[in-house]
T-cell receptor, first 112, second 115 residues
Framework: DQQVKQNSPSLSVQEGRISILNCDYT??????FLWYKKYPAEGPTFLIS?????DKNEDGRFTVFLNKSAKHLSLHIVPSQPGDSAVYFC???????????FGSGTKLNVKP | GAGVSQSPSNKVTEKGKDVELRCDPI?????LYWYRQSLGQGLEFLIY????????KSGLPSDRFSAERTGGSVSTLTIQRTQQEDSAVYLC?????????????FGDGTRLSIL
């Protein structure tokens, strides 16, 4: 049973526009949420995180929004750049950080 | 280097052979995780080590899989009698514990191909 879901396997966006990647989770005990970016033949790289006590966290062009009542989080990239083209994974953990549950990823393609 | 190091980067072996994958975590990171990513799939949790605690092995898919972590640092993941369905990228991550919310840092993985 997948506790973290990314229902869009791919997304294509024009350079300069906003990219919105979505993630849903089922476990109400999740307390900490992260986004990772992965290029081919490389390991995932941490991008941004958010704790359940917040509903928004911003870092430069990247903003993560958390809607706890809907068990939904999203990553906004503004403006999108061709170098952002990669697979993006969302992940979640309960307060103990013993396990991190990952979604299946969304492949973002930013067209020049 | 400062990152998580995994070796080998690629491994091709025949079905039925044993393989050993190595992970060198970031110095000072007491938590270590192994994941598997099959083609077109997400990251599948395998095992988690934290300090001297008993590891969480709940993700290991069969008793052919085992892992150990010596001296709280380097970890090896062993797959015995490999099967074709074991073909995947095996990723290791480490994490600093006890300093607030800290993310995992991943190595580049070992791409395992079973012929």
């Amino acid at each position: 049973d997948q506790q973290v879901k990314q229902n869009s396997p791919s997304l294509s966006v024009q350079e300069g526009r906003i990219s919105i990647l979505n993630c849903d989770y089922t476990n109400s005990m999740f307390d900490y949420f992260l986004w990772y970016k992965k290029y081919p033949a490389e390991g995932p790289t941490f991008l941004i995180s958010i704790s359940s006590i917040k509903d928004k966290n911003e870092d430069g062009r990247f903003t993560v929004f958390l809607n706890k009542s809907a068990k939904h989080l999203s990553l906004h990239i503004v403006p999108s750049q061709p170098g952002d083209s990669a697979v993006y994974f969302c992940a979640a953990s309960a307060w103990d950080f013993n396990k991190f549950y990952f979604g299946s990823g969304t492949k973002l393609n930013v067209k020049p | 280097g400062a990152g998580v190091s995994q070796s080998p980067s690629n491994k091709v072996t025949e079905k039925g052979k044993d393989v050993e994958l190595r992970c060198d975590p970031i110095s000072g990171h007491t938590a270590l995780y192994w994941y598997r990513q099959s083609l077109g799939q997400g990251l599948e949790f395998l095992i988690y080590f934290q300090g001297n605690s008993a590891p969480d092995k709940s993700g290991l898919p069969s008793d052919r899989f085992s892992a150990e972590r010596t001296g709280g640092s380097v970890s090896t993941l062993t797959i015995q009698r490999t099967q074709q369905e074991d073909s995947a990228v095996y990723l290791c991550a480490s994490r600093k514990v006890g300093d607030g919310n800290q993310p995992q840092h991943f190595g580049d993985g070992t791409r395992l191909s079973i012929l």
